[in-house]
């Protein structure tokens, strides 16, 4: 058995056949990545480096893992969510020479445990999905963080949490806000969690969505795809909101716009997007219409209360893989899908490839900067420069095939200039 098996805990090194399978596919539709794995080949930027990546385990990240090492790191790989990880991708890798601390369903004593082992590989650098790999870092393991060059965010969630300890000055080394570049928010949260998010509520209910009320709960950039995708698919749709500005921007995209409260009562479907906790509580719980289908595709599985459902329910059981049902006293039944963790992850394979292609070219390309201008950079929370923004859409209008034009000297100045 190699190093990397013997030292890491997953399910099954012999489903690693099949893992490797998946990655392979999601590789010929990652063309941009394939072309960073080149560059990374020749260069090998991370050379002499460890690299911990903290994300939903899955073909797509795997693969990111992958361009990682073959960039001269040493890799581990741990799940950023108990219910995301698939076990025979992670035995792929495992058996590629990248160390393992994931397996699907873990307990939360065994993601804890995970992420610590992840750590005792004394990385000196950190991809974070969420950031508790940062929050660990940070509370349980501080003299640690010294070793640490730096890292990426992947998610809303993580980089608001990462605001928050750079605001308290508690920040100790520098992360890079790749959720907040213009290459992932705009495609991946939006078109990425559109798509995936319906994905998932199909696969797992094999219901029909067309004329049925899809209330989406947020209207961020993950809600205006779930909304557009809900639209496509023929359902009506209802978004809910706390930010007047979201809320005309909904109406003005064609939705019904209400409070929560009213509906609560009619919707078929209800989806949290907020990155925020108690979303949908018992008061919502008590008006729903029978058959209701719950799920969350936000960050944490806080959104939907399920101390509430369990307390209002006369009875719980799982009546399909991914959905347990709860019954009402009063004969009503709701359902919550992937115990109300991110739906398109946890009952789904996740964003599409060539999504995710965009995201994590701008992953790879964040920690190499972080890597080698570790000198210039404070422990803060940074964008991800212009130019590798701009260099992943340059690369993707390539891949595609797409040309676009140029400005001329004479409409720089005049775009340059005050005068007339
Ligand atoms: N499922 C996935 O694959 C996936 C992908 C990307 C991001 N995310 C996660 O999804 C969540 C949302 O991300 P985003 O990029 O859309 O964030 P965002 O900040 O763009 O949008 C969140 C929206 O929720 C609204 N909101 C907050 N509290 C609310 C409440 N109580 N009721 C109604 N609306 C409320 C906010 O006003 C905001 O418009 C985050 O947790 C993020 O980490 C998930």
């Not at 930027?45 to 693969?63: Q, S």
């Not at 979201?246 to 209800?270: N, Q, S, T, W, Y």
């Not at 209701?292 to 806080?302: E, K, M, Q, W, Y």
């Not at 006293?329 to 394979?349: Q, W």
Request: hydrophobic share 40%; aromatic share 8%; net charge negative.
């Amino acid at each position: 058995m190699s190093i990397t098996a013997a030292e890491s805990q997953i399910r099954d090194l012999k489903l690693a056949p099949q893992g490797k399978l998946k990655i392979d596919w999601v590789a010929a539709h990652m063309p941009l990545l394939n072309s960073i794995k080149d560059q990374f080949e020749k260069d090998k930027p991370f050379r002499g480096k460890k690299v911990t990546i903290c994300l939903h385990l899955e073909a797509k990240t795997a693969y990111l893992a992958k361009v990682v090492h073959a960039g001269g790191a040493e890799v581990a790989v741990v799940a950023s969510n108990p219910l995301s990880t698939q076990d025979d991708v992670v035995a792929a890798l495992v058996d590629g020479g990248i160390y393992g601390y994931a397996w699907y369903g873990a307990s939360m004593e065994e993601y804890k445990k995970h992420i610590n082992m992840a750590l005792d590989f004394r990385p000196d650098a950190i991809i974070d999905d969420g950031g508790d790999l940062v929050a660990t870092l940070h509370s349980e393991r501080l003299d640690q963080t010294k070793s640490i060059l730096g890292g990426c965010e992947e998610t809303t969630t993580g980089i608001l949490r990462l605001r928050s300890m750079e605001k308290e000055g508690k920040l100790q080394f520098p992360m890079m806000a790749v959720n907040d570049a213009y290459c992932k928010y705009l495609f991946d949260n939006r078109y990425g969690t559109g798509q995936s998010v319906w994905d998932g509520i199909m696969r797992t209910t094999n219901l029909v969505v067309s004329g049925k009320t899809a209330v989406v709960v947020g209207y961020g950039w993950c809600g205006k795809g779930v909304a557009m995708r809900a639209k496509g698919l023929g359902a009506k749709v209802v978004v809910t909101e706390i930010d007047p500005i979201k809320a005309v921007e909904a109406v003005m995209d064609g939705f019904e716009v209400m409070p929560l409260i009213d509906a609560a009562r009619v919707g078929d479907f209800f989806i949290t997007v907020t990155g925020n906790k108690d979303v949908i509580t018992a008061e919502h719980f008590y008006v729903m219409k029978d058959g209701a289908v719950l799920c969350n595709a936000g960050h944490f599985d806080v959104e939907i209360n399920k101390n509430d459902l369990h307390g209002m329910a006369k009875t719980v059981r799982t009546v399909r893989n991914n959905i347990e049902e709860f019954a009402f006293a009063d004969g009503r039944k709701v359902y919550l899908l992937a115990e109300g963790r991110l739906v398109n992850l946890a009952a789904g394979d996740g964003h599409p490839a060539e999504v995710m292609d965009m995201t994590f070219a701008l992953q790879a390309l964040a920690l190499r900067h972080v890597v080698e201008n570790r000198a210039e950079l404070q422990p803060r929370v940074y964008s991800v420069p212009d130019h590798l923004d701009e260099y992943v859409a340059k690369l993707r209008l390539k891949t595609w095939g797409i040309g676009i034009d140029e400005l001329t000297e004479e409409q720089k100045r005049y775009l340059d200039s005050w005068a007339e």
